[in-house]
């Protein structure tokens, strides 16, 4: 099987991806209109961290770790890899050296849609991953594939030099050339939650800020005293 690795692709401005990092997975997605999620099952193998990075993209082989090989030396400081297979795969393909040569070459994380392994050692050494399993189960290095080319990870597509967020609730991918428009709106979104959450504080209800009782009896909710809804009394 062949392949291509392309280098120096274009990326999303360090200055939109430091912003990004800013702000949590669920206040982008919401920001993109509920897009660019991962799926629910990519999850960290840590807790309590936050990244943010542009994407390094690797297609390798089921059960075969030769381009995350390769992908290193295309990698560079604050980048994201992003790891699939060609057919689905937990084999653990990612593990403590090669987060030791990522990190030294100051990646920021991984993201595998497949397993991984020496979880202990990655939370000692402060590299942040998420990944589809974590397996024990090690791999060959024989079979050809891509490095830095468009890949499809729980139905979305992660192109290189686009942006990573990534935390305790999963991983959203921002298009690169969105990342600017992105920042915008998680900032507007932000400042939202903040008006709504001092709301809150202040005893405001959710059904009254959002007009929901309008919606409620539009949609037939009746509200009912206990003794009318059990007929207690009669």
């Known amino acids: 099987m062949g392949g291509v690795i392309v ?26 209109g509920r897009t660019g999620l ?15 990075g542009t994407a ?12 995350i090989h ?22 653990g393909l990612f593990g403590e050296l090669f987060a030791t040569a990522l990190q030294q070459r100051g990646v920021r994380g991984v993201v595998l849609n497949t397993g991984i392994r020496d979880t202990q050692e990655l939370r ?9 399993a974590v ?10 594939g891509s490095v830095n080319v468009p890949i499809a990870v729980d139905g979305q597509v992660v192109r290189p030099g686009d942006v990573i967020v990534a935390d305790d609730d999963g991983v959203v991918v921002v298009p690169r050339e969105k990342a600017r428009e992105t920042v915008e709106r998680s900032e507007a979104r932000e400042a939202k939650e903040a008006a709504t959450r001092a709301a809150f504080l202040e005893g ?4 009254d800020r959002y007009g929901l009782r309008d919606t409620l009896k539009r949609l037939g909710v009746e509200y009912r005293s206990y003794e009318e809804y059990t007929g ?3």
């Open 38 to 52: 991962l799926g629910p099952s990519i999850r960290p193998v840590q807790q309590g961290v936050r990244v943010a």
């Open 56 to 67: 390094v993209t690797v297609l390798s082989w089921p059960g075969d770790n030769l381009m």
């Open 7 to 32: 280098t120096n692709p274009p990326k999303a401005d360090a200055k939109d991806v430091e912003a990004l990092a800013a702000f949590g997975v669920a206040t982008v997605g919401e920001a993109m």
């Open 135 to 144: 397996s024990s189960q090690g791999t060959v290095k024989a079979t050809g």
């Open 232 to 234: 207690a009394g009669s």
């Open 124 to 132: 000692d050494m402060g590299f942040a991953a998420w990944s589809r």
């Open 204 to 207: 405001q209800l959710g059904l």
């Open 70 to 91: 390769a992908a290193v030396e295309q990698c560079a400081a604050g980048d994201i890899l992003v790891v699939t297979t060609t057919s689905p795969c937990t084999d």
